[in-house]
């Protein structure tokens, strides 16, 4: 099976009430990450604007659709709100703007720091680029700031804590306890490689061994997040690795896990072996948060195979 990276998703999403412009309160970059890099793998829809396959603006509308913030249609629409930015202070979540036609405003992607933005593109799909790379580069026409995105660590989370219900939807954390647990491992070491856990938390040791076994990896600020939800797709990667799945045989697919989406591989083994049979209504729910019943049902599953 190729294998195929997981990228880091970690944050959960918030609602906010008439939030139109850039003065409006403001979610957090990991919010916005999880948002975006949800999508990743999607393929490019002429006009798209759903998880079926997006355009330019129809993905960056989706992306801050999640986190309450509203966007007009078009990208020449979207470079009519917010506040314009040079290029030299782009933040993460401000919206960076092409002109690939000649004709103008046509393209529309989201800064996600580095250098890098995260877009739509022809032929890609959803799928995370260099700003400096020659074609964009030559291409660029401005950014505009639509919000201020949060990087306050307490007010992270208490966003998580407030807008997912733990009593239903499986956090990192829980994902990690209850998979240590199933494995057998050994979890008396708490000195957790993950700079966001401390010794003394109740999942300290469950995320330390199974970062040893290569189940869990932390983003790219070596943070394991334990309070963000999970989603489907991340969980069958998970479920996969921890458990050395194989596919078996021919696997059914879902009109939500095109063969270009990461988690395409993953899927398609749980689905081989039983663990699932998606949604019933043809589709896998990829970007669903996993709950609680479906993580010990899964968990079962995937201990009999």
């Known amino acids: 099976m190729k294998k195929r990276v997981l990228l880091p998703v970690f944050a959960a ?16 970059v990991d919010q916005l990450t999880s948002s975006a890099y949800k999508y990743i793998g ?24 999640d986190l309450g913030i509203s966007l007009s249609r078009t990208s020449g629409s979207q470079y009519g709100q917010g506040q314009a930015v040079a290029k030299s202070n782009l933040q993460a979540g401000d919206l960076i703007f092409f002109n690939t036609s000649g004709a103008g405003i046509s393209h529309v992607g989201i800064y996600i720091g580095d250098q890098k933005f995260i877009h739509s593109q022809t032929g890609k799909g959803v799928s995370v680029t260099n700003i400096n790379e020659s074609y964009w580069a030559k291409r660029y026409i401005g950014a505009k700031r639509v919000t201020n995105f949060s990087t306050n660590e307490v007010a992270k989370a ?43 938390a109740k999942y300290a040791g469950a995320a330390t061994a199974l970062s040893k076994i290569g189940v869990f990896s932390g983003d790219e600020n070596g943070k394991f ?19 050395d799945l194989q596919q078996q045989g021919e696997a059914p697919t879902f009109s939500d896990v095109p063969a270009s989406h990461w988690s395409s591989d993953y899927v398609a083994i749980l689905a081989s072996t039983g663990i699932t049979v998606g949604k019933g209504d043809g589709t896998f729910a990829a970007n669903d948060n996993v709950t609680l019943t479906h993580l010990e049902a899964f968990i079962n599953r995937a201990m009999q195979q």
């Open 13 to 28: 999403f918030m609602i906010f009430a008439g939030a139109n412009s850039y003065e409006a309160e403001a979610a957090s």
């Open 158 to 200: 208490e966003v998580k804590n407030a807008q997912i219900d733990f009593s239903v939807y499986a956090s990192r954390g829980e994902v990690a306890i209850q998979l240590a647990e199933a494995l057998n491992l050994d979890t008396s070491d708490t000195n957790s490689p993950f700079s966001d856990i401390k010794p003394s």
């Open 42 to 65: 999607t393929p490019y829809v002429y006009g798209g604007t759903t998880s079926n396959g997006f355009d330019c603006s129809g993905f960056t509308r989706q992306v801050f659709n």
């Open 225 to 243: 997040n334990p309070a963000s939800p999970v989603t489907r797709a991340q969980l069958a990667k998970i479920l996969v690795v921890a458990f």
